[in-house]
């Protein structure tokens, strides 16, 4: 049996010593604390992440495919410094079925090493004709009480995902309820000058074409989750008042694959803030070449930090739905920045 420690892979953004390749990654030509581009480094993780879980899949199934079924809770813990290294270590923490997740660290090279995320990759093997059907895996052996650990929290966090699906289903709390109502008799003043969410909206189109392909008849989902964010990313700008920098992607799922001529909406919303945080929702709408099919591709929630020059915090207005789905989505979005507030108290 294989141990998630043979699973292991690693790779060098090496941005401090290729002078063109640390310029791809830069936001804007100036010298300022943060200036870097997270969506490149979102498309990175998911090509290792592919890799990763391949090489373990292929061992069994030398046709076999790996396909992303969602990216869970990337806390960003420092700020990226575009002038250094960065190093990626890619690892299976626990196979089920057919399903595989890797956990990647990401951190500066160095002594000490700086920890700017770990990320969460769910992968699911694919075989069979068009590569379509689900394929079983045999298990990983856990032999150390480390091992056992990352086994176990990747057990842990998938039946918590599923719970804070369900809670999604539930009405809101009295808590909840008031937040909201509040929210609501603001907008019936005289004189109200907030920022209502349906004005807080940026969308795009784009063709997929030949070039975003990564297997056959199939688009990038690396490429397509890298464009959702810098949308999202621009989209935070209409509340965030200073300089908007990401500060978690709080879950990324993948529904359906994305095909070549297929015609993608992007659409990114401002969905809630509190203090200087704002939470922007992301969807990918395919719409087949022949216009006979349309489906969701993929869903995003990001949270972004508004910060001054010097990366210190600055507050953000607040916002304010009006229509049920509005209120839908901001207790969604309340909701999951609620536990993404409680995973940063615990580092």
Aim: net charge negative.
């Amino acid at each position: 049996m294989t141990t998630p420690t043979e699973t292991s892979l690693y790779r060098t953004l090496s941005l401090g010593s290729e002078p063109k390749h640390r310029r791809r990654f830069m936001v804007v030509d100036e010298e300022i604390p943060g200036n870097f581009r997270f969506g490149l480094l979102l498309e990175e993780l998911d090509i290792l992440a592919e890799q990763t879980a391949i090489a373990y899949v292929r061992r069994f199934y030398p046709e076999g495919r790996v396909v992303t079924a969602a990216i869970d809770n990337i806390l960003v813990r420092h700020v990226v410094d575009v002038n250094r290294d960065i190093v990626m270590h890619a690892r299976i923490n626990h196979v089920g079925r057919s399903s595989l997740e890797v956990g990647i660290r990401v951190e500066h090279a160095g002594d000490p090493a700086t920890h700017i995320a770990s990320c969460y990759f769910t992968m699911v093997a694919r075989g069979g004709e068009g590569a379509s059907e689900s394929i079983p895996l045999p298990p990983l052996e856990y032999r150390d009480e480390l091992e056992q650990q990352r086994a176990a929290k990747a057990i842990a966090g998938r039946d918590d995902y599923r719970r804070q699906q369900a809670s999604l289903l539930e009405p809101p709390s009295r808590e909840e309820y008031e937040m909201l109502d509040r929210l609501h008799r603001a907008q019936e003043e005289p004189g109200f000058t907030g920022h209502p969410a349906s004005r807080l909206v940026a969308d795009a189109w784009e063709r997929m074409y030949p070039e975003q392909e990564y297997v056959p008849q199939r688009i990038f989902g690396g490429y397509l989750i890298r464009r959702a964010y810098e949308l999202s990313a621009i989209c935070s700008e209409l509340v965030a008042p200073d300089r908007s920098i990401i500060a978690a992607v709080n879950r990324i799922n993948f529904f359906h694959p994305v095909r070549l001529g297929d015609k993608l909406h992007f659409t990114s919303r401002v969905v809630f803030t509190n203090e200087s945080f704002a939470c922007v929702e992301a969807s990918i709408e395919r719409i087949s070449r022949d216009r006979t099919a349309g489906a969701l591709s993929n869903s995003c929630l990001f949270t972004f930090v508004n910060v001054d020059r010097e990366l210190n915090h600055r507050p953000v207005p607040p916002i304010y739905p009006a229509t049920y789905r509005e209120d839908a989505r901001y207790l969604e979005a309340y909701r999951s920045y609620q536990a993404i507030t409680g995973h940063y108290r615990m580092l």
